[in-house]
C-alpha cells in the first residue's frame, strides 16, 4: 500500500470512529469507496501536432476523465492557471519551448509542482533523453508506438491517484473539524469533571439532596431537602409520608446492586462509602446521582439510619463517558493503524504501539516500555543520546514535521530504512506532554535506488569495455590487413619481378600467417560469444593430459626460443585421463602458454605442470611465469574480455585480451575454476582445476 492510501485508511478509520453529532453526515465504515468525491478529473495533452492530439483523444476515449488540449508550451502554461489537471501528456519536440522546459516550469509552481507528468514520443528513444525527462520531474517516459491497454492502464492509476489525493484533503478537512469539536467537548468533559469535585464539598457551591432514611426493609424516608423537588421533581412530604420509599427511585436494574453495596459496607464496620446510580425522577426522566453515604449507630452500635448526599453528575457523567470512549476509539485507531506508530509522554513512557510497529520491529510495548529502551536496541548505544534529543524535540511541535530518514534495527537483527514524521498531542492528564512518531518504510525504496545506481556503474563499464572493444578491434584487425593488402598488391602488379622470384613466396607466407590471425581472432570471438550464450557444446572424451601439454608447447617453442625463455614441464607420473573436450583443453593450455610468453621478459622461465589434487577427483594444470606481474587491483578484471595488463587503447603488447576470458569460460563450462596468482616485477601464476 502506498503511503498515501495509508493515509486515507487512517483518515477513514478516525472518521468513522469519531463521528460528528450530525451522525447523518458520518461516513460509513463499511464502504471506503463513499469517501472518494464525485468528480470527473482532467487531462491535459500537449502537442504542436493536431494529428497527434486526435490520437491521444482517442486513447483516452476510454477514461473517465475530461480531456483539455494545448497546441503549445505557452497555452499549457496559462491552462494549468484556471484547471487543477490529474495528469499532464506533453510532446517533446515542440517549437518555441520543448517538452522539458515546459516540465521545469511546471515544476517550480507550487500549483503544478506535484501534478505528474508523462512524456511521450516518436522521435526520442535514447537513454540521453529519458534521464533528461526524468531529471526534468517525469513519471514516466513513453515511446511510440503506444500499447494502448498499457498506456489506459498507466493513465487509470494516476486518476485514481488524483481522486484519493481530492479525497484525502476533504478527509483532512473533516478531521480537523472534527478534532476542533473534540477539543471543545474535551474542555466541556474537563469543567464538568471540575464542577462534580465541586459539588462533591456539601458546603461549596452545586445543589446537594439530602436524604434520612431508615435501616430496614424499603428503606423509609425519614427526612429530605427540599430541593428534591426542583432537581428530580418529588414533593418531600410524599417522601417522607411513606407513599414513596427512597428505594423506590432508584432505577430497577441499580437496586440490588446499591442495597447489597450498603449492607455489605456496613457489616464491614465502614462509616461511610461513595457509589453512583441512576434516579428515576417523577416525570420518567432518569438522572445520574453520586452518593456520599454515612452509617448512623445508636449508642449500642446498632444501625438505625442512612444518611445521603446525592449530587446530580448527569452532565459530568456522559461527558466522562462520551471522553473515555472517544480517547478508547482513538487508541484503537492508532493501534490498527497500517503504519509503524508510536505514542509516547515526555518522560520516556511508550503509551502505545501499533500492532504494524511490533509487526515490523519484532518489539511489543513489553519489549520497549521506554523510548530510551526502543533507541538503544534499534539504533544502539552509541547514537542513543542523540537520537533522544531528537526525540524530546518533538513535544514542542506545533505541527506534522518530517524528522528525516533513519536506519533501525529490527528484533531479528534486519536493517530497514524509515522515513519519520512526528508531532506533539495535547498533554495527558498528569500534565505530561505527549508526542506521536509515525513511520513510513523505504527500505525497498532505498534498495530499488541502489540498484539503478548499480546498473548505472554497469553501463559505464559497458560503454568503456565498448570503447575499449573498438580500440583492440582496430589494432589487431587493421595490422594483419595491412599485411595481407601490401603483400597481395606486391604479388599482384608483380613490382619484384616475375612470378617466380623467391620473396613472393616469403610474402605469400606472411599473408598465409594474417590470415590465419584473422581466423583464429573470430573463432575467439565467437567461441567466447557462444560460451556467454550458453551455446558451447563440449564433445567429451577421456584425453591425455600430458600429451595435450606436449602438442600445446610444440605450437608456442618458436617463440619461446626467439626470446630465449627457459620451459620447463613438471607433471605427475601415470596421471589419470581427463574427461574432456580436447579442442577447449588444448586451447586452454595453447593460450596459457601463449599469455606467459607474451609477458616474460628474455631470458624468463615458464614452468608447465599438471598434477592429480590430493583427496579429489580433479586434475590441476597450472603455468607460472617469471614476467611482468599483474597489479592486484587489476587481478578482478584481467578475466573480463579484451582486458590487459597493459590496459590501455594503445598497447605495448600485440593480443586482443581474449585469451583469460575464453580460458576462464571453457574451464567452467567444464565444472572447474581457474585461478590466479600475481605480483609486480616477480610473475604470475594461472592454475585451472578440471574434475575428473
Known amino acids: 500500500m502506498s503511503v498515501v492510501g ?8 478516525l472518521a468513522v470512529w469519531f463521528p460528528m453529532t450530525d451522525t447523518s453526515t458520518s461516513i460509513p465504515s463499511k464502504n471506503f469507496s463513499k469517501i472518494l468525491p464525485k468528480i470527473l478529473p482532467k487531462i491535459l495533452i500537449v502537442d504542436d501536432q493536431p494529428a497527434n492530439l486526435v490520437v491521444l483523444r482517442k486513447l483516452l476515449a476510454r477514461v473517465n476523465a475530461k480531456v483539455v488540449a494545448a497546441y503549445s508550451g505557452n497555452e499549457a502554461l496559462a491552462l494549468t492557471l484556471h484547471h487543477d489537471f490529474a495528469l499532464i501528456l506533453l510532446d517533446v519536440n515542440m517549437p518555441n519551448m520543448d517538452g522539458y ?5 511546471l515544476r517550480g509552481e507550487d500549483r503544478t509542482r506535484d501534478t505528474p507528468i508523462i512524456f511521450i514520443t516518436a522521435a526520442y528513444k535514447d537513454h540521453e533523453h529519458r534521464t533528461r525527462a526524468y531529471g526534468a520531474g517525469a513519471v514516466d517516459y513513453i515511446e511510440k508506438p503506444i500499447d494502448e491497454f498499457i498506456f489506459q492502464s498507466k493513465i487509470q492509476v494516476f486518476l485514481e491517484l488524483f481522486v484519493m489525493r481530492v479525497a484525502l484533503k476533504d478527509s483532512l478537512a473533516q478531521l480537523e473539524d472534527r478534532n476542533r469539536r473534540l477539543e471543545t467537548e474535551i474542555l466541556a468533559h474537563r469543567e464538568a469533571e471540575s ?5 462533591r464539598n456539601l458546603f461549596v457551591g452545586g445543589p446537594v439532596v439530602v436524604f434520612k432514611w431508615r435501616a430496614v426493609e424499603g428503606w423509609p424516608v425519614e427526612y429530605v431537602s427540599r430541593n428534591i423537588f426542583d432537581l428530580f ?16 427511585i432508584i432505577h430497577r436494574e441499580d437496586r440490588n446492586r446499591i442495597i447489597h453495596e450498603t449492607e455489605d459496607c456496613a457489616l464491614a464496620g465502614m462509616v461511610n462509602f461513595e457509589r453512583e446510580y441512576r434516579i428515576v425522577c417523577a416525570d420518567g426522566s432518569i438522572r445520574w446521582v453520586h452518593d456520599s453515604t454515612v452509617v448512623v449507630r445508636s449508642a449500642k452500635n446498632i444501625i438505625t439510619y442512612f444518611d445521603g448526599y446525592l449530587f446530580d453528575i448527569t452532565e459530568a457523567k456522559y461527558a466522562r463517558d462520551a471522553l473515555r470512549e472517544s480517547e478508547s476509539r482513538f487508541r484503537q485507531a492508532l493501534t490498527d493503524a497500517p503504519i509503524p506508530i508510536m505514542l509516547h509522554a515526555e518522560n520516556g513512557e511508550v503509551i502505545l504501539l501499533s500492532q504494524t510497529w511490533t509487526e515490523v520491529t519484532g518489539y511489543s510495548r513489553k519489549d520497549i516500555p521506554t523510548t530510551r529502551v526502543w533507541v538503544e536496541k534499534a539504533y544502539g548505544p552509541d547514537q542513543a543520546e542523540t537520537i533522544l534529543r531528537l526525540i524530546h524535540a518533538d513535544y514542542a511541535l506545533n505541527a506534522m514535521q518530517n524528522s528525516g530518514e533513519c536506519q533501525i534495527r529490527t528484533a531479528s537483527g534486519e536493517r530497514r530504512m524509515w522515513e519519520i514524521r512526528a508531532a506533539s498531542l495535547k498533554p495527558l492528564s498528569d500534565g505530561r506532554r505527549l508526542a506521536i512518531c509515525m513511520a513510513n518504510d523505504i527500505t525497498e525504496r532505498r534498495l530499488t535506488e541502489r540498484r539503478l545506481e548499480e546498473a548505472k556503474i554497469a553501463a559505464e563499464e559497458a560503454n568503456r569495455a565498448k570503447s575499449m572493444f573498438l580500440a583492440t578491434m582496430s589494432h589487431e584487425l587493421r595490422t594483419p590487413l595491412n599485411t595481407i593488402l601490401g603483400f597481395s598488391e606486391i604479388i599482384r602488379d608483380q613490382s619484384l619481378g616475375a612470378l617466380g622470384e623467391g620473396k613472393y613466396v616469403e610474402y605469400a607466407d606472411d599473408i598465409n600467417v594474417s590470415g590465419q590471425y584473422l581466423l583464429n581472432l573470430i573463432n575467439d570471438i565467437l567461441d567466447l560469444s557462444k560460451i556467454e550464450a550458453g551455446k558451447l557444446e563440449l564433445e567429451l572424451i577421456l584425453i591425455d593430459i600430458q600429451s595435450q601439454i606436449s602438442s600445446s608447447l610444440r605450437l608456442v617453442r618458436e617463440r619461446a626460443h626467439k626470446k630465449n625463455l627457459v620451459v620447463e614441464v613438471t607433471c605427475s607420473a601415470s596421471l589419470p585421463y581427463l574427461r574432456a573436450d580436447e579442442r577447449a583443453v588444448k586451447q586452454v593450455i595453447f593460450n596459457l602458454l601463449s599469455n606467459a610468453i607474451k609477458f616474460t621478459p628474455a631470458g624468463g622461465r615458464i614452468t608447465i605442470g599438471a598434477h ?3 583427496g579429489a577427483e580433479q ?12 597489479p592486484a587491483d587489476r587481478l578482478e578484471r584481467i578475466f573480463r574480455p579484451f582486458e590487459q595488463v597493459d590496459n590501455r587503447y594503445s598497447r605495448s603488447r600485440d593480443g586482443t585480451g581474449l585469451g583469460l576470458a575464453l580460458v576462464k569460460g571453457l574451464v567452467e563450462l567444464h565444472g572447474g575454476v581457474i585461478e590466479i596468482e600475481s605480483e ?13
Open 195 to 199: 464542577a462534580l469535585r465541586r459539588e
Open 612 to 614: 592429480k589434487v590430493e
Open 6 to 13: 495509508v493515509i486515507i485508511v487512517l483518515v477513514y478509520c
Open 680 to 692: 609486480v616485477g616477480v610473475g604470475t601464476l594461472v592454475a585451472v582445476v578440471f574434475p575428473l
Open 101 to 105: 522546459e515546459v516540465a521545469e516550469i
Open 233 to 248: 421533581g418529588y414533593d418531600p412530604g410524599y417522601l417522607v409520608s411513606g407513599q414513596l420509599n427512597f428505594i423506590d
Open 619 to 630: 586434475i590441476r594444470l597450472s603455468v607460472r611465469d617469471t614476467g611482468c606481474g599483474i
